[in-house]
């Protein structure tokens, strides 16, 4: 059984469902502390004038410290309609946006108060799209203990995995000792998104996942995200390489 974990994050790019796919469990990491600047609340799309950043402004100001589950939207800022209508400005004329236009009007036209419910909702319609059908669990439920490695070995503990699933940024803090002394296979993901057809000129990468999907569809964003082997770690190695510790 394969574990991975990761923070909520909105409109989260391809390679966060292709670790999805490749675990048995999927862990959010709701129960850890919000970071500024980063992906939990924003993400890139892609414009007639480059890259651009969708942020959902959020209430921050005396709340440092706060975990993901506790972070609220600001109520005061109407930034739905706005995100919505840069959508629609950016992606009308791209080939798949129609069909996923009902849905992102659904999605817009909510009151979201808590920003983790949102992600959520997006990461549901994503992953069902794409034919991902890997249990997620919430970290604030199934519980955890310590931090860093010690975090991710409670809950590969918790859950009955004898297998983690990391990033690459993991080699830079996770004990890879502390792993094998526990038992516990560590596995490090590397993604990368092959060119697909965009608007607006030459490739860009590193967007969020809905600009692949407005220009590709759910079939042909299922085969660069997945492969031809969906779901298993084995079959994931067309656009994603896999190493074992």
């Known amino acids: 059984?394969?574990?991975?974990?990761?923070?909520?994050?909105?409109?989260?790019?391809?390679?966060?469902?292709?670790?999805?796919?490749?675990?048995?469990?999927?862990?959010?990491?709701?129960?850890v502390q919000y970071k500024r600047r980063e992906f939990q609340n924003r993400n890139r799309i892609k414009t007639p004038a480059g890259r651009l950043w969708l942020t959902v402004p959020v209430l921050s100001r005396g709340l440092r410290g706060q975990r993901i589950r506790c972070v609220k939207t600001d109520p005061a800022r109407d930034w739905a309609v706005a995100h919505l209508e840069?959508?629609?400005?950016?992606?009308?004329?791209?080939?798949?946006?129609?069909?996923?236009?009902?849905?992102?009007?659904?999605?817009?036209?909510r009151s979201?108060?808590?920003?983790?419910?949102?992600?959520?909702?997006?990461?549901?319609?994503?992953?069902?799209?794409?034919?991902?059908?890997?249990?997620?669990?919430?970290?604030?439920?199934?519980?955890s203990e310590g931090r860093g490695t010690e975090r991710i070995l409670s809950l590969c503990r918790r859950l009955g995995c004898d297998s983690y699933l990391s990033g690459t940024g993991g080699r830079d803090y996770l004990d890879e000792a502390a792993f094998r002394r526990a038992g516990i296979r560590l596995r490090y993901q590397e993604f990368r998104v092959r060119p697909?057809?965009?608007?607006?000129g030459r490739f860009v990468p590193g967007l969020c996942t809905a600009d692949m999907l407005f220009n590709c569809g759910f079939a042909e964003s299922r085969r660069l995200i997945l492969g031809a082997c969906p779901h298993r770690l084995d079959g994931l190695t067309v656009n994603g390489a896999i190493g074992i510790m």
Not at 87 to 105: D, I, Q, V
Not at 196 to 200: G, I, M
């Open 196 to 200: 697909y057809p965009q608007r607006f």
């Open 1 to 31: 059984m394969i574990l991975a974990c990761h923070q909520p994050q909105y409109l989260a790019w391809p390679g966060y469902y292709h670790k999805m796919a490749a675990c048995d469990v999927f862990v959010y990491l709701d129960d």
């Open 86 to 109: 840069t959508l629609r400005h950016c992606y009308a004329g791209s080939p798949s946006f129609k069909e996923h236009e009902p849905f992102l009007r659904s999605l817009y036209v």
């Open 112 to 143: 979201w108060p808590r920003l983790m419910d949102l992600c959520l909702a997006w990461d549901r319609f994503a992953a069902a799209g794409l034919g991902i059908a890997t249990r997620t669990v919430l970290e604030s439920e199934a519980g």
